[in-house]
């Protein structure tokens, strides 16, 4: 596989990185983001159902502690934490959704604050057996009746 000319990575990379500018340390922990809407408030982690008609149940869930960009910046109990409640969230997400795989991302390439995308697979997914594949062009956003009942049952379920 040939691979395009390195690249530079933005000097604003690395300031987000240090965790200067952080939007996600800075929105603190609303109910509602422009993406999505909460269904789970732990004690170190928030999770948003994205409103973005992607993949039905694709889920954020965004560390809320002190700034880290990489899992391995936590401290092991706080690994401990944020894995757990994490799962918390996935289980609610299988029970809910009933996929036939759950795939876990945990990126931060654009974005370096410590997020996990959780993303149902489902039987007729465009790729089964592959990661999920993430739209180039635009997208809309799902149906809001739908979406509305979704973030009720997932609630209910993370109790």
Same mark, same amino acid.
């Given at each position: 596989? !040939?691979?395009?000319?390195?690249? $530079?990575?933005?000097?604003?990379?690395? +300031? #987000?990185? *240090?965790?200067?500018?952080?939007?996600?340390?800075?929105?603190?922990?609303?109910?509602?983001?422009?993406?999505?809407?909460?269904?789970?408030?732990?004690?170190?982690?928030?999770?948003?159902?994205?409103?973005?008609?992607?993949?039905?149940?694709?889920?954020?869930?965004?560390?809320?502690?002190?700034?880290?960009?990489?899992?391995?910046?936590?401290?092991?109990?706080? !690994?401990?934490?944020?894995?757990? $409640?994490?799962?918390?969230?996935?289980? +609610? #997400?299988? *029970?809910?959704?009933?996929?036939?795989?759950?795939?876990?991302?945990?990126?931060?390439?654009?974005?370096?604050?410590?997020?996990?995308?959780?993303?149902?697979?489902?039987?007729?997914?465009?790729?089964?057996?592959?990661?999920?594949?993430?739209?180039?062009?635009?997208?809309?956003?799902?149906?809001?009746?739908?979406?509305?009942?979704?973030?009720?049952?997932?609630?209910?379920?993370?109790?």
């Amino acid at each position: 596989m !040939a691979y395009p000319s390195p690249v $530079e990575w933005p000097a604003s990379f690395y +300031a #987000l990185r *240090r965790g200067d500018g952080c939007p996600m340390c800075a929105e603190g922990r609303p109910d509602e983001l422009r993406y999505g809407s909460r269904i789970f408030a732990g004690d170190v982690a928030d999770a948003y159902l994205q409103r973005a008609d992607i993949q039905r149940g694709y889920t954020i869930v965004i560390w809320r502690g002190r700034h880290v960009a990489e899992p391995t910046e936590l401290e092991p109990e706080e !690994a401990v934490r944020y894995w757990l $409640e994490l799962l918390r969230v996935a289980d +609610a #997400l299988e *029970r809910h959704f009933e996929p036939v795989k759950t795939n876990y991302n945990v990126l931060g390439n654009s974005l370096p604050h410590l997020h996990t995308h959780v993303i149902p697979s489902y039987a007729d997914d465009p790729r089964p057996g592959w990661p999920f594949p993430f739209p180039d062009e635009p997208h809309g956003e799902r149906d809001e009746a739908e979406f509305g009942a979704d973030v009720e049952s997932l609630r209910e379920l993370l109790g």
